[in-house]
């Protein structure tokens, strides 16, 4: 859509976040963390970056998006509601018996979904394979894949890099959400697999560095990424888990918590969205 309006985007960010909010609700369990930790980084992709059509989601030349972290999908949803793909109102159905949003994404229930993903490790191998097809038929499409920081524990996602450097799929930009933290607590007491920039570099990609939560600085590295250096591209955006809520910034807990009556109106006193105003549709 390329509008580089830097309040707009802000705009749509905190719209974003106050879907992420209005899809969890009031005494639910839902992925808060993650989802407002790559809140930026979505909006950047939906609002600026990503040739898309929602009234035609399935047109072979747009780009694909897909969330291999899946259990932030509340910020894809949030986006493509206010992009149009569905109404807003469908929002607080989202985990609800039979509701087309789930609590991962499912792409035969959900439009503009692309990839059913939520088993963490895989969405890098999609991606790679929808890249390579583009290139066999001759399309100019790209394919963007967010990763978590602790994802990157997954072996399967170090067969994608080798594979992806190997086959030089230039198309192909992973967006690292670099939290420093995982379900439970940081990453660097946990499991970690060291310095993510360095061995995407040493594995054979163009390494890009954000900071996840600076519209300006993420719509930057998505141009960057777009020159062919016959490379994949990887760009590791620094943010904050639960980036927006304060009681939620950084804390595990949140991961995957409830809000109480009172934190949902604190949330949305926070965000302060203009909710609804300027969609698509
Ligand atoms: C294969 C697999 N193992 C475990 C889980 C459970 N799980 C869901 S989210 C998560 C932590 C993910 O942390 P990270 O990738 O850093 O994401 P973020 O911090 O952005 O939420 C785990 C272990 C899963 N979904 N899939
Ligand atoms: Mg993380």
Known sequence: MQNRDMDYLKARARQVRE???RAIGVNN???LGGSMSSADLVTALYFYKMRHW???PSN???DRFIFSKGHSVLAQYAALALCGYFPLQALPSTKKLGSFLQGHPERDRTPGVEANTGSLGQGLSIGLGMALTGRLDSR???VYVILGDAELAE????EAVTAAAFYRVANLVAIVDHNKLQATGVISEMYDVGEIGRKFAAFGWRVLETDGHDLASIADALDAADENTGQPVMILAHTVKGKGVSFAENEPSFHNGAL???QYEQALGEIVSGWGEGNEK
């Open 19 to 21: 879907g992420i909010v």
């Open 29 to 31: 369990k839902g992925h």
């Open 54 to 56: 929602p009234d035609d």
């Open 60 to 62: 072979p030349d747009r």
């Open 140 to 142: 100019d499409y790209r």
């Open 155 to 158: 072996g399967q996602i170090w």
């Open 260 to 262: 109480t009556a009172e």
